[in-house]
């Protein structure tokens, strides 16, 4: 691949052979989540990928829109394309500021819409008999089970992500507001801040861990060799993927994931009459439109309307 051609210069010879590999360590340096991070690494990759099958034209708003064509073509969701587009743009914001760029041909690339939504994905969640079935899988004698434990009672009672519950949870981060104990003031993903409200049986979870492993201070989550025995300072996103996927498989749930989770802990709170707004905070999304969605309208398998059509007599 020849880079030279990706971004247009306002100068002849402004543009290396190393700068677009340069702008992209600036875009990917410049984000907070290890997610996101991996996944605007990804999407680059594919777009200078693009880019090189179609011999490097000079990066534009019609390029990014060929590009955009492709991913629908490939079957790729509307939100798998609103990231491509989302890292693009981070890319051309980037270039701008390194004098790379015209700011008018940034802002045509910007101007490149998103793929049109589908409808709603329902996605996976669990029912409260299969949650708390879940959550009597860990060996709460053993550390490892503790810790487990308490990982699976933060993913399904407060809703994180699992980056969050592996980068925000630190000692002295749940602190008393309002006569309750909540995680005050995490970082979430749009480098969003929340507060979340931690349910009592969620706090003596992790006060059991940390109490057992030692933990006085920095994150909570560490890992836990095979003997039992606590190391490191942290847990990746990675663990808390296996964690899940260990206890799921144990129930006969092959492809339950963290997020999965999260998805459980909003249906249940709305199941309980819990206002769509409050769902929105503490799931910590940019809209109620986005929790809406996430929630699936509350469309209803257990009563489902159709049920009683009055066709099924013979």
């Known amino acids: 691949m020849n880079p030279t051609s990706l971004v247009p210069v306002t100068q002849p010879g402004d543009l290396r052979q190393d700068r677009v590999g340069q702008l992209v360590k600036r875009v990917l340096d410049g984000i907070a989540s290890d997610e996101t991070r991996r996944a605007y690494s990804h999407a680059l990759e594919m777009v200078l990928a693009f880019c090189d099958r179609e011999g490097n034209p000079t990066l534009s708003a019609e390029l ?18 609103g990231v491509h587009l989302a890292a693009i743009k981070a890319l051309t914001k980037a270039a701008v500021l390194a004098g790379l760029m015209a700011a008018e041909t940034a802002a045509s690339i910007n101007d490149v819409k998103g793929a049109p939504r589908r409808g709603n994905r329902i996605g996976n969640w669990l029912t409260r008999e299969q949650a708390q079935e879940l959550l009597s899988l860990p060996d709460r004698e053993s550390l490892k089970g503790k ?42 993903k749009g ?14 979870a992790i006060d059991a861990w940390a109490t057992a492993a030692g933990i006085t201070e920095g994150k909570i989550f560490r890992a836990v060799r095979k003997g039992g025995k606590m190391w490191g300072q942290d847990l990746t996103p990675g663990a808390v993927l296996q964690t899940v996927q260990q206890y799921a498989r144990a129930m006969g749930l ?17 199941k309980r009459g819990g206002d769509l707004e409050q769902i929105k905070f ?13 929630l699936g309208a509350e469309q209803d398998f257990v ?12």
């Open 64 to 81: 990014i829109a060929s590009y955009r064509v492709s991913l629908i073509g490939e079957g790729k969701s509307s939100s798998t394309v």
């Open 147 to 188: 810790r487990d434990y308490a990982i699976l009672a933060l993913l399904l009672g407060c809703g994180l992500r699992r980056t969050e519950l592996v980068s925000e949870v630190k000692i002295g981060a749940i602190a008393q507001r309002e006569n309750r104990w909540v995680l005050v003031d995490i970082t979430g």
């Open 191 to 204: 480098n969003r801040v929340r507060s979340v409200a931690v349910p009592v049986w969620v706090k003596a």
């Open 254 to 270: 092959e492809k339950l994931a963290p997020h999965d989770m999260r998805r459980t802990c909003a249906k249940l709170c709305r």
């Open 282 to 294: 503490l799931l910590g999304h940019a809209s109620i439109q986005t929790t809406e969605r996430y």
């Open 303 to 314: 009563s489902a309307v159709n049920d009683n059509l009055g066709l099924d007599r013979n």
